[in-house]
Structures are given as C-alpha cells and as structure tokens.
C-alpha cells in the first residue's frame, strides 16, 4: 500500500528567517563548550579561501558566532599540528571539494565517497601527468610522511600562480581520488599525507554507495540551513538537483512552504519542532559564510543583495574588495570594507541601510578591532554621509 505525501507545513518567511538563522548559529546562546569544533559540526562544511583583511574566511565563521576566540585556538581546533616526520595524530577535520574548498567534520569522510569516485572517472584540469609522476608522490609520501607541496618537489613552475608543477598536479589529483588528504596546514600550505595513514581506521572505507553518500549530505544540508528550497539545499555541497531528487523523499527533511517563496522547500523537523527565541548575534560576516554563501537565497530571505567584489575591477565595485554584511537583530543592516593598517581597523567604505544601523555597526566593528588586535578604528567613505558623524561618536 502506498502511503500519502505528508502534508507541507505552511511557515510565514518571519518564521523561515528565524529558523535560517538559529540553523546557523545565530540566534540563542552561542555553544562555548563545543567550541569551534562545534561550529564545524554545526554547519557541515566550512568554506576556505586566501583573502586575508580582517581575518581569512575560517576564522571568521566560529568569530562570527562565538564572539572573540583566539585565532590559534581557531587554527588548533581545525588542523592537526604534524612537523615532519613525526606520526599523524587524529584529525578532527579534512579538507576537501563540498560547497567549495572547505574543512569538513572528519566524521564526514565516508560520505564523499561518491564524489571520490566521480573523480576518478573522469580526467581533470586538462593537465598531462609524465609516466610514474603520480606513483612517485605517493611513494615519497609513505616514506617521509606528511609533506607540503614544497617538500614533494615544489608546488609551481616558476611561472603564473596556477603553473602548477607536476608533483602539485599529481598530489591534488590524489587528493581528490581520496588516496590522499590535507589534515593539516603549516604557514597556510596544505600538508598531505596518504588517507590510509591519517584518516581513522573505522572510517577508511568507500564501501557507501552513492545514494548512502547523498541521502547524508541532503539532510546534513537540510539540518545546517533549517529550511530551504531545492537548489539552497544542493547548493550546501554543491550536489546537483536530480542527486538532490533521488534522495530527498528518504533524507528525513519534511516539505514546507514558505510566505513569499515561489518555490517548493524542505525543513529539518527538529527544526520545526521548537520556535527560534533567544539572543541575535551582532556581527560582520565573511562573504563566504554559509548563511549567506548563495546569493539568491539571501535576497529571498533578508531582502538583501551581496557580492563579493575582489574579483570585480576596482573602477566597478560598489561596495568594495571585501565587504562584510553586517548582522544585527537577525538582519542584514549594511556592510563594511575593512582593512588593518598598523594597530587601526579602517572602515574604508560603510553603507548603512537605515540610521538604526548606526549602533550595531560601531559595536561590530568595535569588536572586530579588538579581536584582531587594533586599538582603534578610522571611518572612510559612509554611502549616507549624514550618518558619517554619528557613526564616528559611536565608536569613539
């Protein structure tokens, strides 16, 4: 007999905002005791990238949600500290191709074996590897240990940024076969070392089939985001829509509609089960933060449109290289473009949205300085320059 599809339970978009943002670690007390560990665990994945202004991308996703953690606490509780030669303590984490480049819960490993094996079936980068170059990284992994591309031969060929060397090539594409994994970075270079010796036994396996992998990383999605439409939950770990098909009816998420979203969702039930309440968080946010990575699901649930700009020509950008959204009362208020210079945090270009975002950006702003040690801060450019005197009292 063929059951019934469960009805949708109908939530106002007020409701979905706040479920979206307790999902993510913004509203109710912050978890202290797990930590950033915690954070990691929270929400699945998180992004990596090499722009540094405040702080790289890592640090400030747990800053963003448990206040001012140190920034060697952050680096500790991702990456295993492995010098040369010695053996590979546990990892708590790994890196690797989910949403982009992120650190995932080690835990997670088995659950990308299907990506693992899409890789292998098919060549990438259009690069040709010399006869025995990737055997040779392996065999030079497994008797020195965990080296970074530099010690396996060097990681480029003395040409553009992307002229990768052959030992880069060949180390990376076992990266993505899984034969190899980065725990692990010194002085931000990967260290590789060979899966079989780094990832705990009882998860060193490939064993899950495809739709194991997929039914796990749908309602990891599912849980991270609290609620979300096809796309923003296969966005999470960039899966494509008919794998987010295939698997979402035994995933466990439930269907939802929302006010004002004009296409179907899903929602963790545990997310459901209680109403959001407790504290919102006032804080900037990296534009790699899983709450707002995806931009059309910003928009369709703060109103709020943002893009990164470090890759958009400098005559173009509107609100600068590497504007931060500022959250605060569980809205996006505005943003800042912040750069360091010597012990001040510059607010190079401010855009505040209304003048009650005046207060929750000088406290934002204040904190930051302080957790990566300025003791002051300078106002630029404010895109509403009535506000600009205010803004300058605030934080003073």
Not at 319 to 340: N, S
Request: proline share 7%.
């Amino acid at each position: 007999m063929t059951s019934l599809p469960r009805p949708a339970t109908a939530l106002s978009a007020d409701e979905a905002r706040r479920i979206a943002l307790r999902a993510q670690g913004f509203l109710g007390a912050p978890d202290r005791k797990s930590g950033v560990r915690g954070v990691l665990r929270h929400l699945g994945a998180v992004q990596l990238d090499t722009i540094s202004v405040l702080a790289r991308s890592h640090e400030l996703i747990p800053y963003a949600r448990l206040g001012a953690v140190g920034r060697d606490t952050v680096e500790s509780a991702y990456w295993s500290a492995t010098p040369a030669g010695a053996p590979t303590p546990r990892p708590h984490a790994f890196e690797y191709w989910s949403h982009a480049a992120c650190i995932l819960p080690v835990e997670e490993w088995p659950h990308f074996a299907f990506r693992r094996r899409a890789y292998r079936a098919r060549p990438h980068w259009h690069h040709d590897l010399p006869d025995g170059a990737y055997d040779q990284v392996i065999k030079q992994l497994r008797a020195e240990g965990p080296l970074t591309a530099t010690e396996l031969g060097g990681a480029k060929n003395k040409g553009e940024w992307w002229d990768w060397s052959e030992s880069k090539i060949a180390v990376e594409r076992a990266l993505m076969y899984g034969e190899v994994v980065c725990t692990d970075r010194r002085s931000w270079k990967r260290v590789y070392d060979l899966a079989e010796r780094a990832v705990p036994a009882p998860l060193l396996h490939d064993d899950l089939d495809d739709a194991e992998c997929l039914r796990r990383l749908v309602r990891l999605a599912g849980q991270s985001l609290g609620v979300g439409t096809r796309a923003d939950i296969a966005d999470y770990h960039r899966l494509k829509g008919e794998q987010f098909d295939a698997v979402v009816a035994d995933s466990g998420l439930v269907p939802v509609t929302v006010q004002g979203w004009d296409k179907p969702a899903w929602a963790d039930p545990e997310a459901l089960a209680t109403t959001p309440r407790g504290r919102h968080r006032t804080t900037l946010l990296s534009p790699f933060d899983s709450l707002i990575w995806e931009r059309a699901r910003t928009e369709r649930i703060f109103g709020f449109t943002h893009r990164l700009e470090a890759y958009v020509p400098k005559p173009k950008r509107i609100h600068g290289y590497f504007a931060m959204p500022l959250l605060a009362g569980g809205k996006l208020l505005g943003r800042v473009d912040p750069a360091r210079e010597g012990k001040v945090l510059v607010a190079k270009q401010v855009s505040l949205d209304s003048p009650k975002a005046v207060a929750p950006m000088a406290q934002a702003l204040r904190e930051a300085a302080s957790w990566v040690g300025c003791d002051s801060v300078a106002v630029g450019r404010v895109d509403r320059p009535g506000l600009a005197a205010e803004l300058t009292r605030a934080l003073a």
